[in-house]
């Protein structure tokens, strides 16, 4: 990890595992996909492993047995649904985004495929909407994390430099957006990633969740 402090303009912000806490989503959309292919509900490290596969683009082999794409089709469309809902605030986040929203503009970047209002609702009903200058989700882009197209428009949209930007996120494909803009990076614990595993992407700094950021501000 390269820096110990950051000073940035914009701050770009990961919302599942990031902001909002979607175990349950997690856990029932894959409840879901399991009946639509009559398969029983696998162990709790497995029903985990699903949407960091999901969100790498890996196969479900190994994980699912049974119609794949069958799975896949439903378990999307129900996490899609019980997103909304079934997420809860990780705790002190309110307080940390409102800290942060007065240092840096905030973009919030999902790969989410709903539209964005729908988001920005969810935002609103947790009461952190207002903090955030833009919101993207995956039907934004022509292509989603961990390509840096969300990226390079809100750097126009905010007038800002690339090394004025730092990315937040509790996954690989965050700190791979963020490489892939050229811009600095954050790990958090708070999601599906285990540390070695953020630390192959070589962020620039490892946190255990959001609440730690502000320290590493100024």
Wanted: with cysteine.
């Amino acid at each position: 990890m390269s820096v110990n402090k950051f000073k940035p303009k914009c701050i770009f912000l990961d919302l599942d595992g990031t902001i909002v806490d979607p175990y349950q989503a997690y856990v029932e959309a894959a409840q879901i996909g399991f009946q639509a292919i009559g398969q029983e509900v696998s162990e709790t490290r497995i029903v985990l492993e699903i949407p960091k596969h999901m969100e790498q683009g890996l196969s479900l082999e190994g994980l699912v047995w049974g119609d794949l794409v069958k799975f896949r089709e439903a378990y999307l469309q129900a996490y899609h649904v019980l997103t909304y809902g079934k997420t809860r605030l990780f705790p002190n986040v309110v307080s940390t985004i409102g800290f942060l929203s007065l240092r840096a503009k905030l973009a919030l970047i999902t790969m989410r495929h709903v539209p964005n209002q729908e988001i920005v609702k969810e935002l609103d009903s947790f009461g952190i909407g207002k903090y955030f200058s833009s919101v993207m989700t995956g039907l934004d882009t022509v292509k989603p994390k961990p390509s840096p197209e969300a990226i390079f428009k809100c750097i126009q949209n905010f007038n800002v430099e690339k090394d004025d930007c730092l990315i937040v996120g509790d996954s690989i494909t965050d700190i791979k957006t963020g490489k892939a803009a050229g811009i600095k990076t954050v790990g958090l614990l708070s999601g599906l990633y285990y540390h070695e595993e953020l630390a192959r992407e070589s962020p620039d700094m490892i946190l255990s969740d959001l609440t730690k950021l502000p320290e590493a501000i100024y």
